[in-house]
């Protein structure tokens, strides 16, 4: 018996499968073999072609003669010398027709080819050459069946009628467009210009009227198709697009701007509320609906439009800041100033309205430099398109974007830009940041539970209702929209620090740069969003400016109301004394402009708001008791809507220090006299002195004011007689100068004042009093034998005499 072989048999699965793949190999390899012969014959054939082709241009060589040896010679003479008469006919016509025939004494001996070859092929080669010839069919006109309306035949019934309308065909259609083409472009042509009879001056009006006329109603008509139905009229937007390459000279200039503002206000319409992305590779080979499908396409054209759009305003902006002449020449170069305003206007009009869409941050980058334009009503409108999209960036993405493109600008420039460039970022919209991160850090976070730790500590049912309560969690999360509110608390911190990296930066190497005030006004507005880290250092870069000098009265007021709202946030915990930030207001509180151009004043109001009100308890009265005299001789000399909010600021600090009621009493409290030119409040003794300025200004001109004198007047009290009304006892200090500004404040006199020289000089608002008389009237009212009711008319005029 044969041994049993240890090898197992294949199971009928594994045939099958090994089956497979034989056949699969078998098909391969069949494939490849065909591939190669194929590749082989046409190599073949290929050379095969190049021989006949040279064996068809090669020319017969002429024989080759040798010469002849004088014997040769000698035996023709002597054949020559033979007589013809020896030869029988019959033998020569024999041997004429065997020479015709002997065609090889003249072939060409190298080519190896048969006799009769060149004819052959010279005959195959007439026949394709006759196949390749193209046939002229007779071209027959095409017709066009047009059904018109029926007859209706009482025994027929209805009878349909058509006629056949001859189509005109595509080659007479080319031939009319070409030549329209050369007609336009013999109309550009000087020569022929010339020959041309001259148009008037009336008759070249009226013709652009109407060429003006006819593109006005090709644009209307485009952007209704569009707007009307834009999934279906998407192909119209570049037919619309194209116009902006306008090449005609009477109307160019006008057609592209309107062309722009149409395309403008289109895409303002038809641009979908989200943001469109491309679609990937297995996206389209995907099978979708029609209406996807149509949706697709309307997107895809969309998206390629606008941004053809953006790049034509773009190129027109460059090519007026470059001076260049482009498209033939039928712009000219002063008309390009006005196409770049048009251009610029529809940037920063797309800038505000589209800020989800496609290419906003190219747009962004379009708008940065042109801020910072030399001139000035590009600069402002640029300006004001960023302000508008940073106030209602409610997300904070798009003010993230604005902040690193200008951050990258003004450090790419050295930090020579305008001031209006970074008083832009005053308009961001951020109130809360990520700040206390060392705090966060280490509070006790929850503790999150594993799932081994969960089986070991767990059972069963617990396992099942920390589950359920976890999933819950997760959904309430998603109601609150928590996540999105940390999106954008962290988006508003890293645009902060990039605003604040800009600020310290100028800080530190710009120290005498006009982007100085637009820094500490910033630094004013965000500072209590600063780190904790930064204060000491900041302050003591603050205190720095302040006493150099070079500062300017309103960055010197910045500086104070960065410093205090630096103090009054985070900087409650550390232990400063800003005694010279006090020392410096109160010193310059008299400089200040006390003519029409008094912005200053809500800088000033927000300070002491800062400083005296909300520092209540760090403020020592002596100091409150200065700044309320100071701030009551300061009212004399401004304007009244001034003069209103420094009266409503005395209120508060009145009703904030309520023992400062002893500056209304006429006596003297305490020893010293009242020192007003001492420029150290907690020295120059103000509880020895009264507001006496309040009686001055009760016969003011404006009502408003001689309501808030006499207010004053009585104690500031809430109630009963002597209060104000609601709407201006609960209106703050800066609202209430906001709202009377300057250019309301008309002369009303009252009718009750008679009309002296001395009530003339106060009525009219510019009792401007030196300081000697000042200190003349206060030293006059700190005397203990001054009776208790003083005329304060007579006190002035008494002084003034003297």
Known sequence: MRPRSKKRKPSFRRLLKTSNVKLENKLKNRQFKKESTDKKHRKEQKKLRAALKDAALKTPLPMERYKKRPEDEEEEEFVESLPMDMMDEDDLEQIKAMAQKASFLTRDLSSSGPVHAKKRKSEQQGLENYEKMPRKMHQTEEKEVIH?????????????????????????????????????????????????????????????????????????????????????????????????????????????????????????????????????????????????????????????????YLENLEQTVKDWKQKKRKRRESVSLQSYKGLAEVAIRCICELLVALPHFNFHNNIIVMVVPLMNDSIKRVSDMCCEAVKKLLKQDKPGQASLGTVKVISGFVKSRNYDVRPEVLKVLLCLRIKEAELKKDTDDTAPKKKVMKYKDKQKTLSRMQRKWKKAEEKLEKELLEADASESKDKKIKLHTETLNIVFLIYFRILKKAEKSILLSSVLEGLAKFAHLINLEFFDDLLNVLQHHIQSGDLTYRESLHCIQTAFNILSGQGDVLNIDPLKFYTHLYKTLLKLNAGASNDDISIVLRCLDVMLTKRRKQVTLQRALAFVKRLSTLSLHTLPNATVGILASNRTLMHTFPKCDILLDNEAQGSGVYLPELDEPEYCCPQNTAMWELHTLKKHYHPVVRRFATHLCAGAPSEGSGALNVQLARRHPVELFEDYSAKDMTFNPPVAAPSTKKKDYFTMGNALLDDQLKTQIDRVLSAETEEASLDFSAILHQTRNT
Not at 177 to 189: M, R, S, V
Not at 198 to 212: F, S
Not at 260 to 266: A, D, G, I, N, Q
Request: proline residues 6%; aromatic residues 4%; hydrophobic residues 35%.
């Open 148 to 308: 018109l309306l029926p007859i209706k035949d009482k025994i027929r019934g209805l009878i349909p009628q058509s006629m056949e309308k001859p189509v005109v065909p595509k080659e007479n259609e080319e031939e009319d467009e070409a030549d329209a083409l050369t007609g336009f472009e013999q109309f550009e042509n000087e020569d022929e210009a010339e020959a041309r009879p001259a148009l008037t001056a009336q008759e070249q009006l009226k013709v652009r009227t109407q060429k003006l006329i006819d593109r006005k109603l090709r644009i209307a008509s485009l952007g209704s198709d569009i707007l009307s139905e834009p999934t279906t009229n998407i192909k119209k937007l570049k037919e619309l697009r194209a116009m902006l390459m306008e090449t005609d000279p009477c109307v160019a200039v006008t057609v592209r701007k309107l062309v722009m503002v149409s395309l403008m206000e289109v895409f303002k319409d038809i641009v979908p509320s989200y943001r469109i992305r491309p679609l990937t590779e297995t996206e389209k080979a995907s099978k979708v609906k029609k209406e996807t499908q149509q949706l697709r396409e309307f997107e895809e054209g969309l998206v390629s439009q606008y941004k053809f």
